[in-house]
């Protein structure tokens, strides 16, 4: 298992070194000072500082060594709630949705890791934090993380209580941060009001994670459908024109009122599926200015 989640963090270093070069440059102000650090305090130089802290400008103008010390910035602390329901077992196209989850978490990783921050998860099947991975910034605490998303098997059948999840991730998270949602977002009463409530104290962004097969189905003729969630199945016919109408509309209805919820609560939305440029959107997510709550 450890030595997945190491081919995988290698794999996702890679293509975040490709993708991201450039983009992640300038976004937050790293806290490891340097020679063309921003200088935020100026004052003598004492034994011990870097030499390349010194202002020589100003040290002829005052006859006495003087260094700028750039400001450092706390370390972030980003916690990434990872949805491990029955429906997050399911997948086609690039996997199960699970093996998707997986790879945002690498991704977040790697992404936080570049900038000197710290990731910490948290992992439900049912509403509950089945299990709680300690903040780590290092390589190998996030090798742990990534192969701790394998070690929580999802549940035969049932719902993940998704909004007592959120605030339960909401106690975890003491000191002001990020929440990072992993999920295929059902819909679930209260969840609005548990993302807001978080979004009051924490940066919160959600990552949808999506499978095209259950946005998209071919005419195939009839064939059962099941709920992973429920056990419940239906016998449809796909090549019915009416049923593709029907399917398609609500595809439609669900995701336009799940992006106004998320609008409201302040949160940025981020949609992870294959074939799709997610990792620059995750990126982007992690880098911008918290937006404002939608009045609607």
Same mark, same amino acid.
Do not use: N
């Given at each position: 298992?450890?030595?997945?989640?190491?081919?995988?963090?290698?794999?996702?270093?890679?293509?975040?070194?490709?993708?991201?070069?450039?983009?992640?440059?300038?976004?937050?102000?790293?806290?490891?000072?340097?020679?063309?650090?921003?200088?935020?305090?100026?004052?003598?130089?004492?034994?011990?500082?870097?030499?390349?802290?010194?202002?020589?400008?100003?040290?002829?103008?005052?006859?006495?060594?003087?260094?700028?010390?750039?400001?450092?910035?706390?370390?972030?602390?980003?916690?990434?709630?990872?949805?491990?329901?029955?429906?997050?077992?399911?997948?086609?196209?690039?996997?199960?949705?699970?093996?998707? *989850?997986?790879?945002?978490?690498?991704? =977040?990783?790697?992404?936080?890791?570049? %900038? $000197? @921050? /710290?990731? &910490? +998860? *948290?992992?439900?099947?049912?509403?509950? =934090?089945?299990?709680?991975?300690?903040? %780590? $910034? @290092? /390589?190998? &605490? +996030?090798?742990?993380?990534?192969?701790?998303?394998?070690?929580?098997?999802?549940?035969?059948? $049932?719902?993940?209580?998704?909004?007592?999840?959120?605030?339960?991730?909401?106690?975890?998270?003491?000191?002001?941060?990020?929440?990072?949602?992993?999920?295929?977002?059902?819909?679930?009463?209260?969840?609005?009001?548990?993302?807001?409530?978080?979004?009051?104290?924490?940066?919160?962004?959600?990552?949808?994670?999506?499978?095209?097969?259950?946005?998209?189905?071919?005419?195939?003729?009839?064939?059962?459908?099941?709920?992973?969630?429920?056990?419940?199945?239906?016998?449809?016919?796909?090549?019915?024109?009416?049923?593709?109408?029907?399917?398609?509309?609500?595809?439609?209805?669900?995701?336009?009122?799940?992006?106004?919820?998320?609008?409201?609560?302040?949160?940025?939305?981020?949609?992870?599926?294959?074939?799709?440029?997610?990792?620059?959107?995750?990126?982007?997510?992690?880098?911008?200015?918290?937006?404002?709550?939608?009045?609607?």
């Amino acid at each position: 298992m450890g030595r997945g989640a190491a081919a995988l963090l290698r794999q996702v270093e890679v293509r975040v070194g490709r993708r991201l070069d450039g983009l992640l440059q300038g976004e937050r102000r790293g806290r490891r000072p340097g020679p063309g650090g921003e200088a935020s305090i100026t004052r003598g130089y004492e034994p011990g500082d870097d030499v390349r802290w010194i202002d020589w400008p100003l040290t002829a103008r005052t006859g006495a060594p003087m260094v700028r010390v750039p400001e450092l910035e706390p370390v972030l602390t980003t916690w990434a709630l990872v949805d491990m329901s029955p429906s997050m077992a399911f997948g086609t196209h690039g996997g199960t949705k699970i093996a998707q *989850a997986r790879e945002v978490v690498a991704a =977040l990783g790697v992404v936080l890791r570049r %900038r $000197g @921050d /710290r990731l &910490g +998860l *948290a992992i439900t099947t049912d509403g509950d =934090l089945d299990l709680i991975h300690p903040p %780590r $910034g @290092d /390589r190998r &605490g +996030l090798i742990d993380a990534v192969a701790a998303v394998d070690s929580v098997v999802p549940a035969g059948e $049932g719902r993940t209580d998704l909004t007592h999840a959120v605030g339960l991730i909401g106690r975890v998270a003491r000191h002001r941060g990020m929440v990072v949602i992993i999920s295929d977002m059902p819909w679930a009463e209260g969840l609005e009001r548990a993302i807001g409530g978080l979004g009051r104290r924490h940066d919160v962004v959600v990552v949808e994670i999506r499978d095209r097969r259950e946005r998209e189905i071919p005419p195939v003729g009839v064939i059962p459908l099941r709920d992973v969630e429920t056990g419940r199945t239906l016998m449809v016919d796909t090549s019915d024109p009416a049923f593709q109408q029907r399917f398609a509309a609500a595809v439609e209805d669900a995701e336009r009122r799940r992006r106004a919820m998320i609008a409201r609560t302040g949160a940025r939305f981020v949609v992870m599926e294959p074939g799709r440029d997610w990792l620059l959107d995750l990126a982007r997510s992690l880098g911008t200015a918290r937006p404002a709550r939608s009045a609607a």
